[in-house]
């Protein structure tokens, strides 16, 4: 029997959410390298760039009479045109999942489960997001609730171990802008506002379905800079460990720095602890990139989304292995191709135009 469709999730879950979302891949695969050491003010500004580009994504829905992101497109270019729209952003936040999804399986192949294949790992993980999806975005949101406690406490965790260790050098951050702020300015633009701020369009499929949708807004910006703020302070972590030329070089500098912590000849190697952070949120990121892919393709064909959970989890946990060769590619590949030609025009360019056509449309019926 199919479950009620009528999902909602509380403002504090979305606050939650929105949190583990914004941090989850982001903590461990080391952001705004072109900044050097510089990285942490690069992180500061364009948090809030994020906030602002979140509170337009507020402003765009409330105009629209609190509708998703596929129903405004319906409303902005018509029932037939707008389902072009919608199947790019279905195909965006499908690849997206992928993309995830392989940070996460190469995270675990090359640390821990070094000789298990990495498909078994992208299925393994899928199994779990299927379970989500199934029982709805509810029991995500709980399961949220159930996890924050630990993963806030791990990461002060690490940080801490490794200011015991005394492997900290701040030093490491010095000069501050000593190669002046076109590097900062590199890094923030389209890199951090592609990933990981602008990835929040998702969210734009969610909102809708807060219960108290009028105090959502500031609900999801404090959440954005308190995560922004997490991830300036892992980025210190990673600087004053490693140096910007070590944590520019390492595929997880996160996991690498926490290697550092050696207490009593007792508490070393804290892998799992990383893993453990990286896990929930990796889960996390990729059940909304999907959910919002499956309520696109409710749109376009009028059938319950969970008609399409199991073909189209198959679809991403294959296209997480074949997206590239091997990890440089799909790191690079992250670097060029996503942010100029995916971000930009889906995070930015298609809603600045949305608005708009939404004020006019008003306007005319208005008139009427």
């Given at each position: 029997?199919?479950?009620?469709m009528?999902?909602k999730i509380?403002l504090w879950?979305?606050f939650?959410?929105i ?6 891949s982001a ?6 390298g072109e900044a ?7 992180i500061l ?12 994504y507020f402003f ?9 992101l ?5 409303l902005?270019?018509?029932k ?9 952003y279905?195909?965006?936040f499908?690849?997206?999942a992928?993309?995830?999804l392989r ?9 821990i489960f ?12 899928m199994?779990?997001i299927v ?6 975005i509810?029991?995500l949101?709980?399961?949220a609730?159930?996890?924050i406690p630990?993963?806030?406490?791990f ?5 801490l ?10 030093s490491?951050l010095l ?5 002046g702020?076109?590097?900062?300015m ?6 951090l ?5 602008g ?10 379905k807060?219960?108290k949708i ?9 959440s954005?800079f ?15 460990t ?13 996991l690498?720095a ?7 000849n007792?508490i070393?190697r ?8 990286v ?13 919002g892919?499956l309520?696109g393709l409710e ?6 989304y969970?008609?399409?959970?199991v ?8 296209s997480?292995?074949i997206?590239?060769?091997?990890f ?9 191709f996503?942010?100029?030609?995916l971000h ?8 600045l135009?949305?608005?708009?056509i939404?004020?006019?449309k008003?306007n005319k019926?208005?008139d009427k």
């Amino acid at each position: 029997m199919e479950r009620k469709m009528d999902e909602k999730i509380s403002l504090w879950q979305l606050f939650l959410l929105i949190f583990i979302f914004e941090t989850g891949s982001a903590i461990v695969v080391g952001i705004a390298g072109e900044a050097k050491k510089d990285a942490w003010i690069a992180i500061l500004m364009a948090t809030f760039i994020g906030i602002m580009i979140l509170l337009y994504y507020f402003f765009m829905i409330e105009k629209s009479g609190n509708k998703n992101l596929f129903e405004i497109l319906e409303l902005c270019f018509g029932k037939y045109i707008s389902k072009l729209f919608i199947v790019i952003y279905i195909i965006y936040f499908f690849y997206l999942a992928s993309r995830v999804l392989r940070d996460f399986g190469e995270l675990l192949v090359s640390t821990i489960f070094e000789k298990t294949p990495i498909e078994f790992i992208s299925l393994t993980m899928m199994f779990l997001i299927v379970y989500f999806l199934i029982l709805g975005i509810e029991t995500l949101s709980r399961s949220a609730e159930v996890f924050i406690p630990y993963i806030v406490i791990f990461i002060l965790f690490v940080g801490l171990g490794i200011l015991l260790s005394q492997e900290l050098d701040f030093s490491n951050l010095l000069p501050i802008l000593g190669d002046g702020i076109k590097p900062v300015m590199k890094a923030i633009f389209p890199s951090l506002i592609g990933f990981p701020f602008g990835e929040l369009i998702v969210f734009t499929v969610l909102i809708p379905k807060v219960t108290k949708i009028k105090k959502a807004r500031t609900v999801a910006a404090i959440s954005v800079f308190l995560s922004g703020l997490l991830l300036v302070y892992t980025t210190v972590i990673q600087l004053a460990t490693l140096g910007d030329n070590i944590r520019n070089r390492s595929n997880f500098p996160m996991l690498s720095a926490a290697r550092e912590i050696s207490l009593l000849n007792f508490i070393e190697r804290v892998d799992l602890l990383i893993v453990f952070i990286v896990m929930f949120g990796i889960v996390v990121k990729v059940t909304i990139f999907f959910y919002g892919g499956l309520l696109g393709l409710e749109k376009v064909f009028n059938i319950p989304y969970r008609q399409f959970v199991v073909p189209m989890a198959l679809l991403i946990s294959f296209s997480s292995i074949i997206i590239s060769k091997n990890f440089a590619e799909h790191i690079e590949e992250g670097l060029t191709f996503v942010p100029f030609y995916l971000h930009l025009p889906l995070q930015l360019i298609l809603p600045l135009f949305i608005f708009p056509i939404i004020w006019f449309k008003k306007n005319k019926s208005h008139d009427k």
